[in-house]
């Protein structure tokens, strides 16, 4: 097998490849799902900064000794491959997802079968292409472009996988898991989200404005760590609301590949369809519609929805519990931080919280306290740094994290080796003048 600094030196070529082509594998994935050219610029230089990362393990892929309980004895604990990984991807962030999967991959050993959205083959297949052309030997990362259900199955069911990493809703996820749990497969999940800013009447009021509508509107909502409910303390409330409304009408919908646009198209028209209906529910329930909620069409082609508020939403309702992915957000009124905890974590899903406030008390109680996989102290839901552990609790994921360190634990399997140079038997936990093994 390729030692492992060599493997990172590939990777090391794989990130030089992609920011020789940054320029045109971010155009191609605005024209191909839609995100506004910066935030494309963003998905592919996020591939960059994990291929560096993750080529550094092929140095370092940490193992341990400790310390043993007997004389002349040495132990140690090693990381090996997995085997044939599946690598099961969204559409949403074409080359960000699928590069904090395949890269500890490979730099781990694994062999590997990737599986891109149906809505985003052809980055699947650039994103292998510079693999192929970075040197990495043929068979070793293998992509296959079809609809989930046929294809993703028999990966999930092929007896030569050993491990899947799956992004996605968590229907999908959860059906994945109940599968190969019969079959006893490593499976690490990373899944929807209903993630929320708690914004305290102390805040630093434009840094939040401009932070709630960046994760509520960016990426024109469908992101899995997006902002869609917007906790909101009484005091500053009417305010916040104020601003919000006037900031949301000077969005500006169109082509992505566009400079002067904020917002692009949903990904097909079934997602328009799931946020207008979504859009019905909560006027149903009672919310308030402030601005938004309504299909723009005005643009001619492609799947467009106005960015929407509804104020008046209760922790209870569908809006505020379920994912919609798309630009909706919900705004619900606390009295107090340890109400705004309460509304936070009163959720099926748990990958993203922010809180802003100026009070260094309250920023650590919520720290503590508001129970997801990620937590911001005044920045937004979105924008996480591939050095660290990425993912969510509850609904949103199944124990794994990928990026950072912990996505090697996904990938490689321990083995624990003990080396006794005593040439005695010595038998651990058991007194050594016992008869049985006894060289005397
Ligand atoms: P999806 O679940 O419909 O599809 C995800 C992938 O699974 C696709 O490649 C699809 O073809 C495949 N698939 C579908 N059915 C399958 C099956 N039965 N067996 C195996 N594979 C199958 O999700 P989507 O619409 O592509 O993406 C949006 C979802 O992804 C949202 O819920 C979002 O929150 C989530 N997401 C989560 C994260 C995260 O890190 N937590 C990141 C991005 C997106």
Redesign the pocket.
């Known amino acids: 097998m390729t030692p492992a600094p060599r493997r990172g030196e590939i990777l090391y070529r794989v990130g030089q490849l992609l920011q020789e082509r940054k320029e045109q594998l971010s155009q191609l994935l605005t024209r191909e799902m839609g995100k506004v050219i910066a935030e494309a610029r963003g998905d592919v230089q996020e591939a960059i900064d994990m291929a560096f990362y993750m080529g550094g393990e092929g140095r370092r892929m940490l193992g341990y000794t400790a310390p043993v309980e007997m004389p002349n004895k040495f132990g140690m604990a090693v990381r090996e491959p997995v085997g044939v990984c599946a690598i ?6 074409p080359l960000a ?1 699928p590069s ?1 999967k395949i890269f500890p991959a490979l730099v781990a050993g694994n062999t590997l079968v990737y ?5 985003t083959p052809i980055l699947g297949i650039e994103f292998v292409k510079v693999f192929e052309d970075a040197g990495l030997p043929a068979g070793v990362i293998n992509v296959i472009t ?4 046929e ?3 028999a ?2 069911r092929h007896p030569k996988v050993k491990a899947i990493s ?8 959860t ?2 898991a109940a ?1 190969a749990g019969k079959l006893n497969k490593k499976v690490s ?5 209903k993630n929320a800013i708690t914004v305290l009447d102390d805040a630093n009021f434009d840094l939040a404005v401009n932070a709630i509508l960046w994760s509520a509107f960016g990426t024109t909502g ?5 902002c869609s409910r917007l906790i909101v303390q009484k005091g500053i409330a009417p305010k916040l609301k104020e601003a919000l409304v006037e900031r949301t009408l000077k969005l500006k919908l169109g082509d992505g590949l566009l400079p002067t646009t904020d917002v692009g198209p949903l ?1 097909n028209k079934v ?1 328009q369809s799931k946020v207008h209906d979504y859009v019905g529910i909560g006027q149903k329930e009672g919310a308030r519609l402030l601005v938004g909620g309504k299909i723009y069409s005005d643009y001619g082609k492609g799947f467009f929805y106005e960015p929407t508020l509804f104020d008046n939403v209760t922790p209870s309702m569908r809006i505020a519990q379920e ?1 919609i ?1 798309g630009p909706v957000l919900s705004i619900i009124e606390v009295g107090s931080l340890e109400e705004a905890v309460q509304v936070n974590n009163e959720s099926a899903y748990g ?1 993203s919280s922010s809180i802003f406030t100026e009070n260094v008390s309250a920023a650590f109680t919520a720290m503590r306290d508001l129970a997801s996989g990620i937590v911001y102290v005044n920045h937004g839901t979105t924008g996480a740094e591939i050095q660290f552990p ?3 609790v509850r609904g ?2 199944n124990g794994h994290r ?1 990026a950072g360190q912990a996505a090697l634990e996904v990938f490689t399997e321990w083995k624990s080796i003990y080396i006794d140079y005593s040439g005695r038997l010595q038998r651990a936990q058991i007194d050594t003048d016992s008869i049985l093994g006894s060289t005397s």
């Open positions: 099961i991807t969204p559409w949403n962030f997802v904090w599986k891109p959205s149906p809505e079809a609809p989930g259900i294809v993703g199955q990966l999930v799956f992004t996605g809703s968590t229907k999908t996820g059906t994945i599968e999940l990373e899944m929807g989200g469908q992101r899995c760590t997006a990904i997602a994912e992915f990958l990425f993912g969510g949103t994921g990928e």
